[in-house]
C-alpha cells in the first residue's frame, strides 16, 4: 500500500475517486479491524495515508511526531511516511473551516453546539473557535463533566468556554444556538434514516454543518434546509450545488452536508503526501466532478408533463442511468401503477410507492422519473433528495392531456382538480422549476443550464 484510507467501514467512501483526480498515484481503501491498528502503523508498510472513524484519536501515540496544530485539536488524519519516521497532521481542520465559509455562515460570537465525542468532535471545535464562535458547547449522549470524559475534551490552550450537555439539555438549555455541526456518524451510509437532533426548538439556528458527505444531503441537513430561523443570516445555502433553491426566503437555515470538507482536506492530504502546493482551483473542480457524478437528477412533476421522456435523453446525454418509479413498480409488483389503483386502491398504491423512494435513497448517479404522487408524501421527498436535486418539470395546463392509463386524471375535470391539488407541492418539493417545453431537447437543456452541467 503506498496511499491510501484506513478506517474500520469504508463502504460510504468516496475518498479513492477524489484521489484519483487530484493525481496521478495509486490510493487504496482498507479496512483495519480496532486490534490491528497498532500493527498496521507500525508495520509503516505506506508512503501517506488518510485516518477516519474511529481512529484520528488512537493513532497519536503510534506516531514520532505530531503536527502542533493536529496536537491541540487531539486528532490526526493525515499520516506521511518519511524515511521510516512517521509524521501526523491534521487536514480535516482546513476543509472544515472551507465548509464552514462556504456555506456564508459567520459564526463570531454566536453560540455553537458540536453534535458528537469523537477525534472530529474536537477539529469541529478548532474550526469553529478559529472562526470567532462562542460560546461552544459538546452535546453528548451522556453530560458528564469534560474531566471525567478525556475524550470531550476541548483542544489545548484554548481560552473560548466550553461545557458538554446531553441532547435533551442542549434543546432546553441552548434553544438560542446559531450554529450546530454534527461530527456523528447519525444518518451516514447505509443506515441514512438516522438524524441526530431534532431541530424545532432551535428558533435562532442560522446555519446547519454535517460533515457527513454520503448521502450529500442527509436528514439533519434536509431538516434544517426547511426550517426558517427567529434570528437567521437571511441566506440559502441549502441547494446541493449552491446555485438554486427557494429564491427569496428570508432568513432561512443555511445547511451544507461534508462533501466540500472531503474534498478540501483531501487535497490538502496530498500537499503533505507529496510536499507540494496544489492549485484551489482544482478543489472546485473536483468538487463539481465528484458531486455531478454522486448526485441523482430526480423529475418531478404532472402526469403527462415529459418526465420519462425528458429523464431518458437526459440520461443518454449525461451518462447516467435511467430509473422510472413506476415502471419499478410494475416489475416488481407486477402490474402497473393503474392496475394497482383499480384494483387496490390509492392508499395500497402510495404505500407501494412509499417502499420504492425508500429503497432508492441511497441510490447515486442516476436520473429518476417519478410518479405524479410521488410528492405528495414528505418521506418520499426527503428519500428522494439524500442524493438528488429535484427538477419540476412544469408544463401548461393545457399542454397536459388526460389519459386512460391515469385513473386519477383520466378526465378533464380530474386533471384539473389534480393540478390545483398538486402544484403548490411540487413548487414546494423542487430545487429547481423548469418549465417543460413540447421541444424535449430544449426542455432537457434548461436543465442541464440549470445545474451548470453544458
Same mark, same amino acid.
Given at each position: 500500500?503506498?496511499?491510501? /484510507?484506513?478506517?474500520?467501514?469504508?463502504?460510504?467512501?468516496?475518498?479513492?475517486?477524489?484521489?484519483?483526480?487530484?493525481?496521478?498515484?495509486?490510493?487504496?481503501?482498507?479496512?483495519?479491524?480496532?486490534?490491528?491498528?497498532?500493527?498496521?502503523?507500525?508495520?509503516?508498510?505506506?508512503?501517506? *495515508?488518510?485516518?477516519?472513524?474511529?481512529?484520528?484519536?488512537?493513532?497519536?501515540?503510534?506516531?514520532?511526531?505530531?503536527?502542533?496544530?493536529?496536537?491541540?485539536?487531539?486528532?490526526?488524519?493525515?499520516?506521511?511516511?518519511?524515511?521510516?519516521?512517521?509524521?501526523?497532521?491534521?487536514?480535516?481542520?482546513?476543509?472544515? #473551516?472551507?465548509?464552514?465559509?462556504?456555506?456564508?455562515?459567520?459564526?463570531?460570537?454566536?453560540?455553537?453546539?458540536?453534535?458528537?465525542?469523537?477525534?472530529?468532535?474536537?477539529?469541529?471545535?478548532?474550526?469553529?473557535?478559529?472562526?470567532?464562535?462562542?460560546?461552544?458547547?459538546?452535546?453528548?449522549?451522556?453530560?458528564?463533566?469534560?474531566?471525567?470524559?478525556?475524550?470531550?475534551?476541548?483542544?489545548?490552550?484554548?481560552?473560548?468556554?466550553?461545557? *458538554?450537555?446531553?441532547?435533551?439539555?442542549?434543546?432546553? =438549555?441552548?434553544?438560542? %444556538?446559531?450554529? *450546530?455541526?454534527?461530527?456523528?456518524?447519525?444518518?451516514?451510509?447505509?443506515?441514512?434514516?438516522?438524524?441526530?437532533?431534532?431541530?424545532?426548538?432551535?428558533?435562532?439556528?442560522?446555519?446547519?454543518?454535517?460533515?457527513?458527505?454520503?448521502?450529500?444531503?442527509?436528514?439533519?441537513?434536509?431538516?434544517?434546509?426547511?426550517?426558517?430561523?427567529?434570528?437567521?443570516?437571511?441566506?440559502?445555502?441549502?441547494?446541493?450545488?449552491?446555485?438554486?433553491?427557494?429564491?427569496?426566503?428570508?432568513?432561512?437555515?443555511? %445547511?451544507?452536508?461534508? =462533501?466540500?470538507?472531503?474534498? #478540501?482536506?483531501?487535497?490538502?492530504?496530498?500537499?503533505?503526501?507529496?510536499?507540494?502546493?496544489?492549485?484551489?482551483?482544482?478543489?472546485?473542480?473536483? /468538487?463539481?466532478?465528484?458531486?455531478?457524478?454522486?448526485?441523482?437528477?430526480?423529475?418531478?412533476?404532472?402526469?403527462?408533463?415529459?418526465?420519462?421522456?425528458?429523464?431518458?435523453?437526459?440520461?443518454?446525454?449525461?451518462?447516467?442511468?435511467?430509473?422510472?418509479?413506476?415502471?419499478?413498480?410494475?416489475?416488481?409488483?407486477?402490474?402497473?401503477?393503474?392496475?394497482?389503483?383499480?384494483?387496490?386502491?390509492?392508499?395500497?398504491?402510495?404505500?407501494?410507492?412509499?417502499?420504492?423512494? /425508500?429503497?432508492?435513497?441511497?441510490?447515486?448517479?442516476?436520473?429518476?422519473?417519478?410518479?405524479?404522487?410521488?410528492?405528495?408524501?414528505?418521506?418520499?421527498?426527503? %428519500?428522494?433528495?439524500?442524493?438528488?436535486?429535484?427538477?419540476?418539470?412544469?408544463?401548461?395546463?393545457?399542454?397536459?392531456?388526460?389519459?386512460?392509463?391515469?385513473?386519477?386524471?383520466?378526465?378533464?375535470?380530474?386533471?384539473?382538480?389534480?393540478?390545483?391539488?398538486?402544484?403548490?407541492?411540487?413548487?414546494?418539493?423542487?430545487?429547481?422549476?423548469?418549465?417543460?417545453?413540447?421541444?424535449?431537447?430544449?426542455?432537457?437543456?434548461?436543465?442541464?443550464?440549470?445545474?451548470?452541467? #453544458?
Amino acid at each position: 500500500m503506498e496511499y491510501g /484510507l484506513i478506517g474500520e467501514k469504508l463502504g460510504h467512501s468516496y475518498s479513492k475517486e477524489i484521489h484519483a483526480e487530484i493525481g496521478d498515484y495509486n490510493y487504496e481503501l482498507k479496512e483495519i479491524p480496532r486490534d490491528e491498528l497498532e500493527s498496521f502503523i507500525k508495520s509503516r508498510d505506506f508512503k501517506g *495515508i488518510n485516518v477516519t472513524i474511529p481512529y484520528k484519536q488512537a493513532v497519536i501515540p503510534l506516531l514520532d511526531y505530531v503536527d502542533p496544530a493536529a496536537l491541540k485539536i487531539g486528532a490526526v488524519n493525515t499520516v506521511v511516511n518519511r524515511e521510516g519516521k512517521l509524521y501526523g497532521y491534521n487536514t480535516d481542520f482546513i476543509g472544515l #473551516q472551507k465548509l464552514i465559509l462556504s456555506a456564508k455562515i459567520n459564526p463570531k460570537g454566536k453560540k455553537t453546539l458540536i453534535l458528537g465525542t469523537g477525534g472530529t468532535s474536537k477539529t469541529a471545535f478548532a474550526a469553529a473557535e478559529s472562526l470567532g464562535a462562542s460560546p461552544i458547547i459538546f452535546v453528548s449522549r451522556s453530560a458528564e463533566s469534560a474531566e471525567n470524559k478525556p475524550s470531550l475534551e476541548k483542544p489545548a490552550d484554548s481560552s473560548t468556554s466550553a461545557e *458538554i450537555v446531553n441532547y435533551e439539555q442542549a434543546a432546553e =438549555l441552548h434553544s438560542d %444556538a446559531a450554529l *450546530i455541526i454534527n461530527t456523528t456518524p447519525c444518518g451516514m451510509y447505509p443506515k441514512t434514516e438516522g438524524c441526530p437532533i431534532n431541530l424545532e426548538p432551535f428558533e435562532k439556528l442560522e446555519g446547519v454543518i454535517d460533515v457527513i458527505y454520503n448521502p450529500l444531503r442527509t436528514n439533519l441537513v434536509l431538516q434544517a434546509q426547511k426550517k426558517v430561523s427567529a434570528g437567521g443570516n437571511g441566506l440559502n445555502g441549502g441547494h446541493l450545488s449552491g446555485s438554486h433553491g427557494n429564491r427569496g426566503r428570508r432568513n432561512a437555515v443555511s %445547511a451544507k452536508g461534508g =462533501l466540500y470538507m472531503l474534498v #478540501q482536506q483531501a487535497v490538502s492530504a496530498s500537499e503533505f503526501f507529496f510536499d507540494k502546493k496544489i492549485n484551489p482551483k482544482i478543489s472546485e473542480r473536483i /468538487l463539481k466532478k465528484i458531486q455531478g457524478q454522486k448526485q441523482n437528477i430526480v423529475l418531478i412533476g404532472m402526469p403527462g408533463s415529459g418526465k420519462t421522456t425528458v429523464g431518458k435523453v437526459l440520461s443518454r446525454v449525461l451518462g447516467k442511468d435511467f430509473l422510472d418509479t413506476d415502471k419499478i413498480i410494475e416489475e416488481k409488483y407486477g402490474n402497473a401503477p393503474s392496475e394497482i389503483i383499480r384494483e387496490k386502491g390509492e392508499q395500497a398504491f402510495r404505500d407501494i410507492e412509499s417502499q420504492v423512494c /425508500l429503497e432508492l435513497q441511497n441510490k447515486t448517479g442516476a436520473v429518476i422519473a417519478t410518479g405524479g404522487g410521488a410528492i405528495l408524501r414528505e418521506e418520499n421527498v426527503s %428519500a428522494l433528495k439524500k442524493n438528488g436535486v429535484l427538477i419540476f418539470l412544469d408544463r401548461k395546463f393545457e399542454n397536459i392531456r388526460p389519459t386512460r392509463d391515469r385513473p386519477l386524471s383520466d378526465s378533464k375535470d380530474k386533471l384539473a382538480e389534480v393540478f390545483k391539488t398538486r402544484y403548490p407541492i411540487y413548487c414546494g418539493a423542487a430545487d429547481i422549476h423548469i418549465r417543460s417545453s413540447e421541444n424535449v431537447r430544449r426542455t432537457v437543456d434548461g436543465i442541464l443550464r440549470a445545474l451548470d452541467l #453544458q
